[in-house]
């Protein structure tokens, strides 16, 4: 079992930044990927961004150029600057971490951190 221990999150104003960061523990294997999801209501969880083991990086269409991800693979941590933020920004975002054993993959996720971006 792997723990996801999210920080940041709040509320900030049309234009402004936040950073969210995440760190995970109890994981007996590598993660192979760690990211961001955002769920806003009666919406679907969509993926923002993602960063491999290797580097590799994934942005949604909606933030990029505006929010960076970066992560630290040996103390296992993501973070989440986002800037220019919009109020179609506000959702739920949840941090994820994504493990593969023996050809099986599993996914963990944290408790989940609301940002909303309202003037």
């Known amino acids: 079992q792997v723990q996801l221990v999210e920080s940041g999150g709040g509320l900030v104003q049309p234009g402004g930044s936040l950073r969210l960061s995440c760190a995970a523990s109890?994981?007996?294997?590598?993660?192979?990927?760690m990211g961001w999801y955002r769920q806003a209501p009666g919406k679907q969880r969509e993926l923002v961004a993602a960063?491999?083991?290797?580097?590799?990086?994934k942005y949604a269409d909606s933030v990029k150029g505006r929010f960076t991800i970066s992560r630290d693979n040996a103390k296992n941590t993501v973070s989440l600057q986002m800037n220019s933020l919009k109020p179609e920004d506000t959702a739920v975002y949840y941090c994820?971490?994504?493990?593969?054993?023996?050809?099986?993959?599993?996914?963990?996720w944290g408790q989940g951190t609301q940002v909303t971006v309202s003037s």
């Open positions: 994820n971490a994504h493990v593969v054993v023996l050809f099986t993959p599993h996914d963990y």
């Open positions: 960063v491999l083991s290797g580097g590799l990086t």
């Open positions: 109890g994981s007996r294997f590598s993660i192979n990927a």
